[in-house]
């Protein structure tokens, strides 16, 4: 059973900074899909960003330039680093992760099999 845990939310004012963790315990494999959404009150959900196991990574338009999706295989943690950071981006930032997904892709980030519990992030302007 794959296990994800989110750290770093928190709040922030526009134009700062934040980056978040996920850590993921469980089934040790090397094919995994990490990922990126986040929902805002209201709305729906919004794919962020994902990268494959071979470091491919995919980002949504309105976070493009100004969001980074890296991974630390040897800790098992994803991060997002969060730059230039708007008030439209304030949301519950959530982790997903599969192992051998059919697509692999911002797009398509909530759609992962497993979650974590979510962070928030609230920017304020």
């Known amino acids: 059973q794959v296990q994800l845990a989110e750290y770093g939310g928190g709040s922030v004012q526009a134009g700062g900074s934040l980056r978040l963790s996920c850590e993921r315990s469980g089934p040790y494999v090397l094919t995994y899909c990490m990922a990126w959404f986040r929902q805002a009150p209201g709305k729906e959900r919004e794919g962020v960003a994902a990268?494959?196991?071979?470091?491919?990574?995919t980002y949504a338009d309105s976070v493009k330039g100004r969001f980074t999706i890296s991974q630390d295989n040897a800790k098992n943690t994803l991060y997002l680093q969060m730059n230039s950071l708007k008030p439209e981006d304030t949301a519950v930032y959530y982790c997903?992760?599969?192992?051998?997904?059919?697509?692999?892709?911002?797009?398509?980030?909530?759609?992962?099999?497993?979650w974590g519990q979510g962070t928030q992030v609230t920017v304020s302007s």
């Open positions: 997903a992760a599969e192992s051998d997904a059919v697509v692999c892709a911002s797009d398509y980030a909530a759609t992962l099999a497993y």
């Open positions: 990268i494959d196991a071979d470091g491919s990574t």
